[in-house]
């Protein structure tokens, strides 16, 4: 079975251009979540689909942020214009339900992007 | 609102020597505790969870943690560590029943000959 998978695996780019970001989740996962680390702080959650839907997007940190799940299958992040706060590495996850005490989370590698 | 405590940013240990990762955590309800670990340009992976029940949990690669509700803690422990454990490990939280995990900052452990 394959993993979750993240493309790509670094991205570097100057400030107030754009990038997608692109998670395939594992077969059959209908949870989608995206997750962000800031150098030396936590991990934060972003958002989380359910299928095509946008079940809780409290995390998004602001409107340069834009994901898609279009399908219900692999999802899009998309930041633009980026900042250079928006460093980090990007984690995307999935999942079979929604309840973490029954259906564990798997990670992907993450997306490691740099804003210059 | 949760949040969750991982005091020690870096561990360094010697190989065989136990190790002892410290997790505190806040929430004012019913919550799952989790340990993931993350090695080397790789992707977060599940060490182990409490849900209810035991409050010594077991987990792969040898780990152990221990629920403590009084103390609001659930630290990870293993009695003997390899070469190979060293890598950053997360402390999580979620309400029980709920779906988004809150983080700790992370503990990288760091095993030396």
């Known amino acids: 079975e394959a993993g979750v998978t993240q493309f790509p695996s670094h991205s570097v780019i100057e400030k107030g251009q754009t990038v997608t970001l692109r998670c395939d989740p594992i077969s059959g996962h209908d949870n989608l979540y995206w997750y962000r680390r800031v150098m030396g702080k936590e991990i934060k959650f972003l958002l989380h689909f359910v299928k095509e839907s946008k079940q809780d997007e409290s995390g998004m940190p602001n409107n340069r942020f834009l994901a898609e799940r279009t399908g219900g299958t692999y999802s899009t992040l998309k930041v633009q214009p980026a900042e250079l706060e928006d460093s980090g590495v990007y984690f995307c996850?999935?999942?079979?339900?929604?309840?973490?005490?029954?259906?564990?989370?798997?990670f992907g590698n993450g997306t490691r992007l740099t804003v210059t | 609102a949760q949040s969750v405590t991982q005091l020690d940013s870096q561990v360094p240990v010697f190989e065989e020597a136990p190790v002892e990762l410290r997790c505190n955590y806040s929430s004012s309800v019913s919550v799952y505790l989790f340990w993931y670990v993350q090695y080397p340009n790789q992707g977060l992976q599940l060490l182990l969870k409490?849900?209810?029940?035991?409050?010594l949990v077991k987990g792969i690669n040898g780990f152990e943690a221990e629920f403590n509700k009084s103390q609001t803690s659930f630290h990870l422990r293993k009695p003997s560590v390899h070469i190979s454990d060293t890598a950053e490990y997360f402390c999580a939280v979620s309400d029980a029943g709920y779906s988004t995990l809150t983080f700790g900052k992370g503990t990288m452990l760091l095993v030396s000959p």
């Open positions: 996850a999935s999942s079979f339900t929604w309840d973490r005490g029954n259906s564990p989370l798997h």
């Open positions: 409490y849900l209810s029940g035991s409050t």
